[in-house]
């Protein structure tokens, strides 16, 4: 199993650009899950999803859309980019939703808006 | 909402000392409780994890948590820390009764000294 993968692993944007964060699951996962990681501000919940056609908002969702079209898909779309988010943003997945489950990461992905 | 506390932003210790890492949280129901650990330039890794049952759970690496009710808390311990210990450290929680974000803190940066 390839785990949690994450593509690109890094990439610069200017302002008002839009790109999407991708991220992919081989292990069959119900949840998955989109975290930055900021210096101070620690790991901050963007979406999440239960499982396929179902999304949810987390900490932080503004200027984020997610769709989960399948079960190995978890795509982060950036519509129109700001310096705000310059972030490492980390993909995350586990076998259920109840929550009893390990986390497995993604090696994220930083971004870096000009 | 669920939240969680890590009081610390950095602990140092010197090998061989035993060393702890706090965490606090807040639930409206039973939390799931998790540490997770990030080396640099990588993703987070799953150490430990308490669900239910004995308040002191075991993990990878030699660490182990003991779950407090009464004090909310879920601190990290080891009895004698290596060098390579050195990471950052993120506690995170579940509330059973609420819906299914899992929360993390802002991690605890700890120094082993040698």
């Known amino acids: 199993n390839a785990g949690v993968t994450q593509t690109p692993k890094f990439q610069v944007l200017k302002t008002g650009q839009s790109m999407t964060l991708q991220c992919a699951q081989d292990?069959?996962?119900?949840?998955m899950s989109w975290y930055r990681q900021d210096p101070g501000m620690g790991l901050r919940l963007i979406h999440y999803?239960?499982?396929?056609?179902?999304?949810d908002q987390g900490e932080v969702p503004n200027g984020y859309n997610v769709s989960r079209s399948t079960t190995e898909d978890f795509p982060l779309r950036l519509l129109s980019a700001a310096p705000s988010q310059t972030s490492v943003y980390f993909c995350?997945?586990?076998?259920?939703?109840?929550?009893?489950?390990?986390?497995?990461f993604g090696p994220g992905t930083r971004l870096l808006v000009l | 909402a669920q939240s969680v506390a890590q009081p610390e932003d950095q602990v140092n210790v010197a090998e061989g000392n035993p060393l702890t890492v706090k965490c606090t949280y807040s639930?409206?129901?039973?939390?799931?409780l998790f540490w997770y650990v990030q080396y640099p330039n990588r993703g987070l890794q799953f150490l430990l994890k308490?669900?239910?049952?004995?308040?002191l759970v075991k993990g990878s690496y030699g660490f182990e948590a003991e779950f407090n009710k009464s004090q909310t808390s879920f601190h990290l311990k080891k009895p004698s820390a290596l060098v390579s210990d050195s990471a950052l450290y993120f506690c995170?929680?579940?509330?059973?009764?609420?819906?299914?974000?899992?929360?993390f803190g802002k991690g605890t940066r700890l120094h082993i000294l040698p």
């Open positions: 995350a997945s586990s076998y259920s939703s109840s929550g009893r489950e390990t986390q497995y």
């Open positions: 292990m069959n996962h119900e949840y």
């Open positions: 999803s239960v499982g396929a056609g179902i999304t």
């Open positions: 639930v409206s129901g039973n939390p799931y």
């Open positions: 308490y669900i239910t049952g004995d308040n």
């Open positions: 995170a929680v579940r509330d059973m009764r609420g819906d299914d974000k899992i929360i």
